[in-house]
């Protein structure tokens, strides 16, 4: 069935240090990966998306790889910053207008 | 452009009693979907919409769970009677492409 596993649960880092948090998914139809940042009290704030057409999308500090082959993605946070602190979820659509699967979810933690 | 609309933003009930949260999506954004989050763990699809028709309900508990979007544009979901285990943030999400999903900031819901 449709899977999503995320690691860690928990990172913590110090502000201005790199924070990278993986995912893989089991349904090797998915074809698009957006990540979602929730901050406490707040619904899941879009951040960035990757098709499967691609290999790499950068957004001035974040970034996401694909590997299509191992089934899985990952996001890089370059000179974290404080405000960086939140849940992350990373998550798998299998296919165009259908329904998203989710990761358990990362909370980082910057510290200042 | 606004965002996803709802209300309320909290809400504590007794078990056995019944709720309804309203959604209000993007203008224009013919996808709405009723997202589940227990805490700790990432959002779960309850119901989604295109239009005013449903596309998934596979995960809806439909013995207490309903949830309707007549004229295609607002909808509501509604328990009833609520169990203990139904404590969670009820998300509404929308969307125009069928990628990219935007939520709302979610009702936090109490059953005692």
């Known amino acids: 069935g449709e899977n999503v596993e995320q690691h860690p649960s928990t990172l913590s880092v110090q502000e201005g240090d790199s924070a990278v948090i993986k995912c893989t998914y089991s349904?090797?139809?998915?074809?698009?990966f957006p990540w979602y940042k929730q901050e406490l009290g707040k619904g899941p704030q879009l951040i960035i998306d990757?098709?499967?057409?691609?290999g790499e999308k950068k957004d001035q500090r974040i970034a996401v790889t694909l590997n299509k082959t191992a089934k899985h993605f990952s996001l890089h946070i370059t000179e974290t910053q404080p405000e960086d602190s939140a849940v992350y979820f990373c998550?798998?659509?299998?296919?165009?207008?259908?329904?998203?699967?989710f990761g358990q979810g990362t909370e980082l933690s910057v510290k200042p | 452009e606004a965002g996803v609309a709802q209300s309320p933003r909290y809400k504590i009930i007794e078990k056995r009693q019944s709720v309804a949260f309203w959604c209000n999506p993007i203008?224009?954004?013919?996808?709405l979907y009723w997202y589940q989050q227990i805490l700790g763990q990432g959002p779960k699809l309850l119901i989604q919409?295109?239009?005013?028709?449903?596309?998934?309900d596979s995960q809806l508990p439909k013995d207490r769970f309903s949830a309707e979007r007549l004229k295609g544009v607002d909808s509501t979901l509604k328990i009833q009677p609520a169990k203990l285990e139904d404590s969670a943030v009820y998300l509404c999400?929308?969307?125009?492409?069928?990628?990219?999903?935007?939520f709302g900031p979610g009702t936090r819901l109490t059953v005692t």
């Open positions: 919409f295109q239009n005013n028709g449903v596309v998934d």
């Open positions: 349904d090797s139809a998915s074809n698009y």
């Open positions: 999400a929308s969307s125009w492409t069928g990628y990219e999903q935007y």
């Open positions: 998550a798998a659509l299998y296919n165009q207008g259908g329904k998203l699967i």
């Open positions: 990757i098709r499967s057409n691609v």
């Open positions: 203008s224009g954004h013919a996808t």
